[in-house]
């Protein structure tokens, strides 16, 4: 098949385009609040301490806010002051259902495609973390953004957000340059983090994640998707959901070239035994926009909308 074929029949979403149309956007709405923004990059608030303006209703920064108050560790990320951030866009998305205390758009549209709940009543949790599942003693504890609780209080949908980022966290050990990427499975202790007591591995092991690629590749999987893993994990640890929360307009975690479906998430599920593909699931910004404008209530969703470039919808 000659090229000019298969150009007609293959495509390709650029990231690099992407990105540059969310900081367009990010500019404009920062601009047509008046807000200052960074000499150099003007998507970007100047001043971090200002971080509230990144925010769209003045309830929810409060209840940010009072999180914080209340909780020493919260971690309020480093970039909320930035137009494209994905802790700021899950405050603004899902924050004003909370402050209202009404999730029914979210349990609706999770319901619509198919995640299954075992219960119609929940309450939401921003930032959960439990440094006992992975015995995470000191340092930052695996954290996810977003946690719906039963009736009973028990954490169940652990969902992580994500909006203009190219994947999910890498080993911080590898990065800093401790670690040669090699997969450790064995001789453990070869891992700096197993080393000191982290249970990823043993996670890792006890949810058969070794029999799939992961166990027989020479790299270490946790090397660049180091986040998904830890986060997956801690979900089956708490016998819970894991769902991203991303943007269609994204090609890192979802994209079709026009033939067949890519992305990362497809990927990464490919090293996920079988059993728990139906404990993984996804919903789009877009998804959940449409479906909080069914609901009379949440007239602040126009505003969402403006702020990220979904008027369209």
């Not at 943007?247 to 994209?255: A, G, I, Q, S």
């Not at 728990?276 to 479906?291: C, D, F, G, P």
Request: hydrophobic letters at 35%; charged letters at 25%; aromatic letters at 14%.
């Amino acid at each position: 098949m000659n090229s000019r074929v298969l150009a007609k029949q293959w495509s390709y979403k650029r990231y690099s385009q992407y990105e540059a149309e969310l900081r367009k956007i990010a500019t404009d709405w920062f601009r047509s609040r008046g807000y200052d923004t960074d000499d150099k990059y003007s998507f970007i608030l100047k001043n971090y301490d200002e971080w509230t303006k990144n925010i769209i209703l003045p309830e929810v920064a409060d209840f940010i806010k009072l999180q914080i108050k209340e909780q020493d560790s919260f971690p309020l990320h480093k970039y909320i002051h930035h137009g494209l951030s994905s802790q700021a866009l899950v405050f603004n998305l899902v924050g004003p259902l909370i402050v209202n205390s009404d999730l029914t758009p979210l349990i609706s549209l999770m319901q619509k495609k198919g995640i299954q709940l075992n219960s119609d009543k929940f309450t939401a949790e921003f930032e959960f973390e439990d440094r006992d599942v992975f015995n995470e003693d000191s340092g930052q504890p695996t954290s996810v953004d977003l946690v719906l609780k039963n009736d009973l209080g028990k954490p169940v949908v652990f969902i992580e957000s994500k909006l203009v980022e190219k994947e999910f966290g890498g080993c911080s050990v590898y990065k800093l340059g401790d670690c040669d990427g090699r997969n450790p499975k064995d001789d453990l202790s070869s891992c700096y983090l197993h080393f000191i007591g982290r249970k990823y591995w043993n996670k890792l092991i006890e949810y058969g994640f070794l029999n799939s690629q992961i166990g027989s590749d020479s790299s270490c999987v946790l090397v660049n998707n180091y986040q998904y893993f830890r986060e997956l994990l801690f979900a089956l640890s708490k016998d819970g959901i894991f769902i991203l929360l991303f943007d269609e307009r994204n090609p890192t975690f979802f994209n079709s070239n026009g033939v067949k479906v890519r992305g990362l998430m497809d990927y990464l599920k490919t090293l996920t035994p079988e059993k728990y593909h139906n404990r993984i699931a996804h919903i789009s910004i877009q998804e959940l926009v449409k479906e909080i404008s069914l609901f009379d209530n949440h007239k602040w969703i126009i505003e969402f909308k403006n702020k990220y470039g979904l008027n369209a919808i």
